[in-house]
């Protein structure tokens, strides 16, 4: 059973950073892409940013210039940076990770941009 699980969600003021972490159980090389999503009150859940298995990156027009994602083969792990945080930045995130045949979810971490 593959599993993903994030971390480093959590409450930050405006204008500030976090880093969020998606780990997996099995080799990321494995899948085509990994991508975050997010889920804010009220709202349906987004694509935020895709990170293909070579590498390229692509965002949301909302998180350009604030938010890059990584990844680090060798951890099984990959990153969303986030800057220059925003209160509509609140969301739960999501990490997901797709194959050609199969995807598969993290549970989310919270993340709150209040001052």
């Known amino acids: 059973q593959v599993q993903l699980v994030e971390s480093g969600g959590g409450l930050v003021q405006p204008g500030g950073s976090l880093r969020l972490s998606c780990v997996a159980s099995?080799?990321?090389?494995?899948?085509?892409?990994m991508n975050w999503y997010r889920q804010g009150p009220g709202k349906q859940r987004e694509l935020v940013a895709i990170i293909s298995n070579r590498g390229s990156t692509n965002y949301v027009d909302s998180v350009k210039g604030r938010f890059t994602i990584s990844r680090e083969n060798a951890k099984n792990t990959v990153y969303l940076q986030m800057n220059s945080l925003k209160p509509e930045d609140t969301a739960v995130y999501y990490c997901?990770?797709?194959?050609?045949?199969?995807?598969?979810w993290g549970q989310g971490t919270q993340v709150t941009v209040s001052s």
């Open positions: 997901y990770a797709g194959t050609i045949s199969r995807t598969y």
């Open positions: 099995i080799s990321i090389s494995s899948f085509v892409n």
